[in-house]
């Protein structure tokens, strides 16, 4: 089928190439002019492993890309619409791109004849395709539903391995008004071997929250139970090897550490805080995973100055800047606030992340930034581990160039050793 892509950001691109992958037409869309031109011209603008190959495969064949809606709009069948929904200051859902990307499609189907099915991607609460979408859809098309049709199709892939999750998810949820739409949505997944549930648009939207909720009090359970092992000298990990055997609770998602970044968990479960607040109910557990989070970091830096004393003109290597392995992305990550904390105690940062340092950079432009882990350690009095990439596992000769052979693990990543001074986040 012929499918237009809104928004060519991690989602967008990577559902973008995944589908040309599956035989369709691909247009994407966005209002950024230089990511479109790197689309064109077949760099893609976010790292992602596979992407690269994918979007090489596909660009000037059956993958196209422009910053007009009206040609996209014309040229396709359905649009799925893979905007940012970020949070505001208060924590609540921010429709305002969500609304311009509708308002859009609504201008471009105003003049098309041929039914158009708009299909909402990007993560949005309860009640937002009906209550939102739709209506400004309706209302700049001067059409009523019917005329096109609307579906909401939440995305779970993980950054880091975005294109595997895709082409290889676990479920694919498509919510839609009529059934129409929601056979055409669920057809385009033709090929890939997963069931389709279908629903209506707001158990869909549910369905997203609720999945990356239940992931985020994981880890913040997890990151409890860690610290009250860490002071009673027991380990957790261990503890939670076994719990994780009990088919009920399983293994994954059970490490305790640094806590959860990125672009989604913790804007998705401020988001359903606000929405829960909003409907009338105070959500006394969502608000206590969030708490935990906030407070992993701190205790890093605490525990920091419990070894160090003052930090002051300390030089502290900082090793993973991305909010997780095998990604660029820094959005939310919990080297942030340590980074910050650090440098508000008058501390040097000598930072390394093999993919994020460039990112980084637009956030901390006073810190240094290294090329590789030995160089961020070379004279530092500490190190903080703050992102699981695979590399830092295998660190050895590189801590002979600390001044002072501290290391604090957020990440549970290295066995300790003799010659240095270890030191466990919840372990
Ligand atoms: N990143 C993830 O891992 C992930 C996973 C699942 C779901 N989601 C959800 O998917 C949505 C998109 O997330 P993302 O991380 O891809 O966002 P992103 O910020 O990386 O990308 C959004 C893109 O939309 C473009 N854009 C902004 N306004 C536009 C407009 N009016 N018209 C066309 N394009 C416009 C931006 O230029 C950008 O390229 C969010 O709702 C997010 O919560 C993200």
Known sequence: MKISVIGTGYVGIVSAVCFAELGHEVICVDVDRPKIDKIKAGIPPIYEEGLTELLNKHAGKNLSATTDYNFAVKNSEVSFICVGTPSDQHGKIDLSIIKSASASLGDSLRTKQEYHIVVVKSTVVPETTEKVVLPIIEEHSKKHLGNFGIAMNPEFLREGKAVHDFMHPDKIVVGSMDKKSGDVVA?????????????????????????????????????????????????????????????????????????????????????????????????????SVISVNEMQPERMVQLLKSRLGNIKGRKIAVLGLAFKNDTDDIRESRSIPVIKELLDNGAMVSAYDPMANENMSKIFGNIQYNENAADALNGSDACMIMTEWEEFRSLDKEFNQMKNKLIIDGRHMLTPKKDLEYVGLCW
Do not use: Q, W
């Open 187 to 287: 057809s385009l997944y033709n090929g890939i071997d997963c069931e389709v549930t279908r629903t209506n648009p707001r158990t869909a939207e549910m369905i997203k929250y609720v999945n990356n909720a239940y992931l985020a009090t994981k880890i913040s359970f997890s990151n409890e139970i860690g610290n009250i092992c860490k002071i009673l000298g027991i380990n957790t990990y261990e503890v939670m090897k076994a719990v994780g055997r009990d088919f009920r609770i399983g293994p994954h998602f059970l490490n305790s550490g640094a806590g959860f970044g990125g672009s989604c968990f913790p804007k998705d479960v401020k988001a359903l805080i606000e929405k829960a607040k909003e409907i009338g109910y105070e959500p006394v557990l969502l608000r």
